[in-house]
């Protein structure tokens, strides 16, 4: 069975640094994209960022650009993000998703981290 | 800014037929944009329903289909059921940003 598991979520101030992990388990992790989605409170689904099987290739949402980098560890079969100097825009839950095969889309999801950027 | 969008709120009555749409501010969306669409309740994590605009997951019940309509992504639930009742959003893969996401669209059954 596919499993996938955020965590590091927590309260940071403003400006603060975090650092999220999505631990992966149930199928061989170095065998497919990886990608990071959030969804502010009340609001809708936000792509962040997507890394490639073996991490050669990383794209992310321009409002992120900069501040917040997408890795993986296929020996820990984990996938991490980064995010630095958080803004209260940053607010959010975010979940780890697996792209499928041909990258032609996403199919399993973690139940999410919550980040909560506030002084 | 890419912008992909899609119709705020539906109403449908139980084992009515309803369909959702996904436009894209760039264009006509074509099979290339590999739509895919997922069904959040609240609460829960998002969960996919189709990729690559016709694809079904293993898990996705049959009354679920996705196609092109008219220019657009689209989302057909054929004799809707209670526990369909859900956000649903529409995912596009664009060239410069890989992934757009619409703003969704609550589906209410009454």
């Known amino acids: 069975e596919v499993q996938l598991m955020e965590s590091g979520g927590g309260l940071v101030q403003p400006g603060g640094s975090l650092r999220l992990s999505c631990a992966a388990s149930g199928f061989t992790f170095s065998n497919y994209w990886m990608t990071w989605v959030r969804q502010a409170p009340g609001k809708g689904l936000e792509w962040v960022a997507n890394?490639?099987?073996?991490?050669?290739?990383?794209y992310y949402v321009d409002s992120v650009k900069g501040r917040f980098t997408i890795s993986r560890d296929s020996a820990k079969s984990s996938l991490y993000l980064q995010m630095n100097s958080l803004g209260a825009e940053d607010t959010a839950v975010y979940y780890c998703?697996?792209?499928?095969?041909?990258?032609?889309?996403?199919?399993?999801w973690g139940q999410g981290t919550l980040v909560t950027v506030s002084s | 800014q890419t912008v992909v969008t899609q119709e705020p709120s539906l109403t449908v009555s139980p084992g009515g037929t309803v369909t959702l749409t996904c436009a894209s501010s760039t264009g006509a969306v074509t099979s290339a944009s590999s739509p895919n669409w997922f069904q959040q309740k609240p609460g829960q994590a998002p969960r996919a329903l189709i990729y690559?605009?016709?694809n079904k997951h293993s898990w996705t019940p049959a009354r679920f289909s996705g196609s092109l309509l008219g220019g657009k992504a689209a989302l057909t639930l054929s004799g809707v059921q209670p526990e369909d009742e859900a956000e649903y959003y529409c995912?596009?893969?664009?060239?410069?940003?890989?992934?757009?996401f619409g703003g969704g669209t609550k589906l209410t059954v009454l």
């Open positions: 890394i490639k099987d073996d991490g050669s290739e990383k």
């Open positions: 995912l596009l893969r664009y060239d410069a940003v890989p992934w757009v």
């Open positions: 998703a697996r792209g499928t095969i041909a990258v032609a889309g996403l199919d399993h």
């Open positions: 690559s605009t016709s």
